[in-house]
């Protein structure tokens, strides 16, 4: 069969590029000084108000290169042999704590502690001292996705998403809402394009008759049955498939347990994130920001994406099955993966999070997100079970909703 002699194809071309081709995405400065392109000091920051990197003496602002561009991350996914991995895509290793940095001001040696910071000054020279090379601890990504949004905008967005729910909100939520403790936040991505060939087989069914027939049930009754009759197809489809950057979480703490599945979930719908416009790493970005380090490497998401790139596949197909009105059912399904291409990625979110007060230690936290480039808003916000009542009661819905409050802690939007 043609998908067979297909698959067997690519599978044997991904055997021969099994090699692993690394794109160096450094910015090519030593670690230390990270210098004003026009005056050479070090005091430099992210302004949101510019939306670009600002140094405080010169008021130069720029921005750095687009990452796809720079290292040529964008060329043609249909030409994608093997895998190809950003530097920044490198396996993290938990040993590296410190590194020291050699400060080429004043020649002292630094020590930096990069489990908690990027940068640090030199305490004799007081220059700023930076991370600008893709050390492998997961803290140093290929690319960063600036913040757009302010933080005020992000209030804004945080307070009418809470607003709109005041009614079934609990009344400390709102109150103790406190706009300082929004914070912002870059979370690590893996981006992922592939080059793959896909193969879907199953059975499609076609209605050719629909009847009834009226069946006699005991001495008088009468019962009537819906028959139909179908031609059963076997169904294969074959295509060549190329997925442009797929997105996956790549901090574990997100599918950990129950509690921070909540955030996983608010995170996940606040994307998409247009992370082709991500910029060429420069610590300078992080700073007045927390972020979130990577401790997934790309063999822990590699199941996951497979099941993406499936699932893409059989969306791709829904539309070439459409005469089968009584569906298809596909038994055997795969990709053969010809090439991937991965690229390590922050991308912005304004986060804020409340925990009960009422409750104590351990209480679930909630969360409320805002997507840093869009504005995007999802949450969990605690409810308060009374108001949740009442509202039913007049609705006529009590039944159904005092059945689902057993178990109910949080409710999302
Ligand atoms: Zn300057
Ligand atoms: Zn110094």
């Not at 990452?67 to 290793?93: C, K, N």
């Not at 009468?222 to 060549?240: L, M, S």
């Not at 996983?264 to 994130?273: D, G, H, R, S």
């Given at each position: 069969?043609?998908?067979d002699e297909?698959?067997a194809?690519?599978?044997?071309?991904a055997?021969?590029h099994s090699?692993?081709?690394?794109?160096?995405?450094s910015?090519?400065?030593?670690d230390?000084?990270?210098?004003?392109?026009r005056?050479?000091?070090?005091?430099?920051q992210y302004?949101?108000t510019a939306?670009a990197?600002?140094?405080?003496?010169?008021?130069?602002?720029?921005?750095?290169?687009?990452?796809?561009?720079?290292?040529?991350l964008d060329s043609s996914?249909a030409e994608?042999?093997?895998?190809?991995?950003?530097?920044g895509?490198a396996?993290v290793r938990?040993?590296l704590t410190t590194?020291?940095l050699?400060c080429?001001g004043?020649?002292?040696?630094?020590?930096?502690n990069?489990?908690?910071?990027?940068?640090?000054?030199?305490?004799?020279?007081?220059?700023?001292?930076?991370?600008n090379?893709?050390?492998?601890?997961?803290?140093?990504?290929?690319?960063?996705?600036p913040?757009?949004?302010?933080?005020?905008?992000a209030?804004?967005?945080?307070?009418?998403f809470?607003?709109?729910r005041?009614t079934?909100?609990?009344?400390r939520?709102?109150?103790?809402?406190?706009?300082?403790n929004?914070?912002?936040?870059y979370?690590p991505?893996?981006?992922?394009?592939?080059n793959m060939?896909?193969?879907?087989?199953?059975?499609g069914?076609?209605?050719t008759?629909?009847?009834?027939?009226?069946r006699?049930v005991g001495?008088?009754?009468?019962?009537t049955?819906?028959?139909y009759d179908?031609?059963?197809?076997a169904?294969?489809r074959a295509?060549d498939l190329?997925?442009?950057?797929?997105t996956?979480e790549?901090?574990?703490?997100?599918?950990?347990?129950?509690?921070e599945?909540?955030?996983?979930n608010?995170?996940n719908?606040?994307q998409?994130?247009?992370?082709?416009?991500a910029?060429?790493y420069n610590s300078n970005?992080?700073?007045?920001?927390?972020?979130?380090?990577?401790?997934?490497?790309?063999?822990d998401v590699?199941?996951?994406?497979?099941?993406?790139?499936l699932?893409?596949?059989?969306?791709?197909a829904?539309p070439t099955i459409?005469?089968?009105?009584?569906?298809?059912?596909?038994?055997?399904?795969?990709v053969a993966?010809?090439?991937t291409r991965?690229?390590?990625i922050?991308?912005?979110v304004?986060?804020?999070?409340?925990?009960?007060?009422?409750?104590?230690e351990?209480?679930?936290?909630?969360?409320i997100?805002v997507?840093g480039r869009?504005g995007?808003t999802?949450?969990s916000?605690?409810?308060?079970h009374?108001?949740?009542?009442?509202?039913?009661?007049a609705?006529?819905?009590?039944?159904?909703v005092?059945?689902?409050?057993?178990?109910?802690a949080?409710?999302f939007f």
């Amino acid at each position: 069969m043609l998908g067979d002699e297909a698959v067997a194809r690519a599978a044997e071309a991904a055997a021969g590029h099994s090699s692993e081709r690394i794109i160096d995405t450094s910015s090519g400065r030593d670690d230390g000084l990270n210098k004003c392109p026009r005056c050479g000091s070090t005091e430099i920051q992210y302004s949101l108000t510019a939306k670009a990197l600002v140094c405080s003496y010169c008021r130069h602002s720029w921005n750095e290169d687009i990452a796809e561009q720079r290292f040529g991350l964008d060329s043609s996914i249909a030409e994608l042999r093997g895998h190809t991995m950003a530097s920044g895509t490198a396996d993290v290793r938990e040993d590296l704590t410190t590194v020291t940095l050699k400060c080429q001001g004043c020649g002292a040696e630094i020590v930096l502690n990069v489990d908690q910071q990027m940068q640090a000054r030199c305490h004799w020279c007081r220059q700023t001292l930076s991370i600008n090379s893709q050390i492998p601890n997961g803290a140093v990504p290929d690319a960063v996705l600036p913040f757009l949004l302010t933080r005020e905008e992000a209030v804004e967005r945080i307070d009418a998403f809470a607003g709109k729910r005041k009614t079934f909100a609990l009344g400390r939520f709102t109150q103790e809402f406190v706009p300082e403790n929004v914070m912002g936040v870059y979370i690590p991505y893996l981006v992922v394009d592939g080059n793959m060939h896909a193969v879907l087989r199953g059975t499609g069914e076609v209605t050719t008759r629909e009847y009834t027939v009226r069946r006699r049930v005991g001495k008088d009754n009468y019962v009537t049955e819906t028959y139909y009759d179908a031609d059963v197809y076997a169904v294969q489809r074959a295509f060549d498939l190329l997925v442009d950057d797929l997105t996956v979480e790549s901090a574990s703490r997100f599918d950990a347990d129950e509690n921070e599945e909540a955030t996983n979930n608010i995170l996940n719908a606040v994307q998409p994130y247009d992370t082709e416009n991500a910029v060429t790493y420069n610590s300078n970005y992080l700073k007045g920001f927390t972020s979130e380090r990577r401790d997934l490497n790309v063999r822990d998401v590699d199941a996951e994406v497979e099941d993406k790139f499936l699932a893409i596949a059989r969306a791709k197909a829904t539309p070439t099955i459409s005469r089968y009105d009584r569906g298809v059912r596909w038994k055997e399904e795969g990709v053969a993966v010809h090439g991937t291409r991965w690229v390590s990625i922050y991308v912005p979110v304004w986060l804020y999070s409340y925990a009960d007060s009422a409750k104590g230690e351990g209480a679930l936290t909630h969360y409320i997100a805002v997507n840093g480039r869009t504005g995007t808003t999802m949450g969990s916000v605690p409810v308060s079970h009374p108001k949740i009542f009442a509202a039913s009661c007049a609705a006529g819905a009590v039944a159904a909703v005092v059945g689902a409050l057993a178990g109910l802690a949080y409710m999302f939007f």
